[in-house]
């Protein structure tokens, strides 16, 4: 949820100026419709700091209707259409991106507008129009730190860290107090691999208390601890501030239970992170995904699939790295990408804004059917080509394009429609290692079905499950990564998932480690490092706290 407004409402709510006496030549009715035309632009601006409010409390029901009682009485009102946009933020993003571009439109030299639609595409992963506009907004207002920060942000996900140092470098010279500055360098750092230049940042940013619980998430994620560190008990003094926020209260739960996971305090460190999760309050539905992935089998048969052969493209440039999050994803992308002719693009959301825009959402569980028969073999070619005009604007001398979105595992009918040559890499690891990294992490809320250990054991049961019916429609297509087949032995498998590709071998991949570029997963300080096996049957130091867990994955879990 993005609460930021533009500061000064002056500058974006105008209301019209008073009507100049002019003596008696005005004529009465002229004198009406200014004088209603003034009083509706102050009610607009009533109903509209109003919507502010309650948009800044998360009361966002309250806020969209205010800015639609504004749009019914002046169709088109820049910041009502700007107020819309951010409540749709994070939702339904790409409500906000048309609210956004209307606002834009409405009033084109405003640099909140251009920030915030640069940030509605960012969000879909649309990095250059994201860019143009950030850019645009810097034309406008060349000192706008949020703007600075956001581009600086985009150039990290984009792969080119390398510039956004500079950004972060000028917003720091502007407002060395503004929040999002020291994160924002720190993660370019990260992102390089420059963990202690990152570090220094962060500590910075703690000790002026800005953003304190993110900063030590942060902090801690820059290194692995061997002994107590002094920032375990600030952590932990800081979590007994009153004034704590649940968000707050998550990422200091968070922070405490990696360092004390890293020192081998295993029940210590479990405790802190079920109180991150109950500081969440994340729901999953578990009976509706169900229903979803029961919707997806009946629906991608192999009789629908034989009779839609020649759909598509047949580029052999897209590679789906897919799997439940902490399966190997970002470690099999590293390994792929050191090959010079691969880029690791990071995680897409591309093929997911198509499976929503034809209905192929979890909401329409029961009712697949329709959406799916509605692509034509034209409709599947245009999908594919404009896929890889996307995925060209990356890497375009690329021979493969490496998009490692994990959830993509749930997509896998559409991508063998839009690509029956594309290369789909499966990432498994043992289930109850799976989930326990999972749920140690600080995932998003959608990630939801990761807040208690019941759901994300019979989640991880219908993920398995949607996997065996893919390998049954699409036999011999999922090339299976097995993670401790991995980490056993890296050279035979690295070159396993090469020939895949369909690639010479190249030694590079053998030091994916050193490979230039960004990693913005929460593996980022993982694939820094050399393959280590410590990772294997890691949660057997859970074993006691995990039970409701290794339950419910049942006859999956491999005790």
């Known amino acids: ?3 930021r407004l533009p500061p000064a409402w002056s500058k974006h709510i105008k209301p019209a100026p008073a009507p100049k006496a002019k003596g008696p030549i005005l004529k009465p009715m002229l004198n009406l419709q ?12 009533a109903l509209l700091k109003q919507a502010y409010t309650h948009q800044q409390a998360k009361r966002l029901d309250e806020a969209q209707d205010l800015c639609l009682r504004v749009l019914a009485r002046t169709p088109n009102h820049p910041l009502a259409l700007y107020i819309l946009g951010t409540v749709c933020l994070g939702y339904d993003d790409e409500m906000a991106l048309r609210y956004f571009a209307r606002a834009v439109g409405e009033d084109p030299k405003n640099p909140y507008y251009h920030l915030s639609l640069g940030e509605a595409y960012v969000k879909v992963s649309e990095y250059s129009p994201a860019i143009k506009h950030m850019q645009y907004a810097l034309e406008l207002q060349p000192g706008l730190v949020e ?27 502007i407002n060395s107090d503004h929040p999002k500055v020291r994160a924002g360098m720190a993660g370019a750092l990260s992102g390089l691999g420059r963990m202690e230049e990152a570090a220094v940042y962060l500590k910075e940013a703690i000790e002026r208390r800005i953003n304190v619980p993110s900063a030590y998430n942060d902090l801690v994620q820059t290194r692995k601890f061997t002994e107590e560190p002094e920032e375990l008990q600030s952590i932990l003094h800081e979590l007994g501030n009153p004034k704590l926020d649940s968000e707050g209260a998550q990422q200091l739960h968070y922070a405490a239970g990696k360092v004390l996971n890293d020192l081998k305090r295993y029940e210590e460190a479990f ?10 309050g994340y729901k999953f539905d578990i009976d509706l995904y169900r229903r979803w992935i029961d919707s997806l089998i009946e629906t991608f048969t192999p009789d629908f699939l034989a009779a839609r052969a020649g759909y598509g493209n047949p580029s052999e440039v897209p590679v789906f790295v897919v799997g439940m999050p902490r399966s190997g994803t970002t470690l099999t992308e590293q390994i792929c990408a050191s090959h010079p002719d691969v880029h690791g693009a990071g995680e897409l959301s591309k093929l997911r804004r198509v499976a929503n825009a034809i209905g192929l959402k979890t909401s329409s569980a029961g009712n697949l059917k329709q ?20 995925l060209s604007e990356r890497a375009p001398a690329a021979l493969r394009v490496v998009d490692k979105m994990p959830h993509n595992f749930e997509m896998i009918g559409l991508i063998g429609l839009l690509f029956p040559n594309a290369r789909i890499i499966h990432c498994r690891r043992d289930a109850i290692d799976n989930c326990v990294s999972c749920f140690v992490l600080n995932f998003s809320e959608g990630h939801s079905y990761n807040t208690d250990l019941k759901t994300l054991g019979l989640y991880y049961r219908e993920y398995d499950r949607l996997m065996r019916h893919w390998n049954k429609v699409f036999p011999g297509l999922i090339f299976e990564n097995r993670y401790e087949t991995l980490v056993e032995d890296q050279e035979a498998q690295s070159r396993r998932l090469i020939d895949y590709l369909g690639l010479p071998w190249d030694d590079a ?40 867990l290794i339950q419910s994955l049942g006859d999956l879990a491999e005790i």
């Open 371 to 390: 959406p799916v028969m509605s692509i034509t073999k034209d409709l599947s070619r245009t999908l594919a080509d404009e896929h890889l005009s996307y």
């Open 271 to 280: 405790d802190h992170f079920n109180k991150a999760k109950q500081a969440s």
């Open 1 to 3: 949820m993005n609460n």
């Open 147 to 173: 703007a600075l920060c956001a581009l600086g942000r985009v150039y990290t996900e984009f792969d080119k860290p390398d510039m956004a140092l500079p950004l972060f470098e000028k917003a720091l010279k």
């Open 509 to 548: 991949c053998l030091r994916f480690f050193d490979r230039d570029g960004s990693v913005n997963t929460p593996s980022r300080w993982q694939v820094r490092q050399p393959i280590y096996k410590s990772s294997v049957k890691r949660w057997k130091n859970y074993e006691n706290e995990i039970q409701p």
């Open 34 to 45: 200014k004088a209603n035309a003034q009083s509706r632009a102050q009610a607009d601006d």
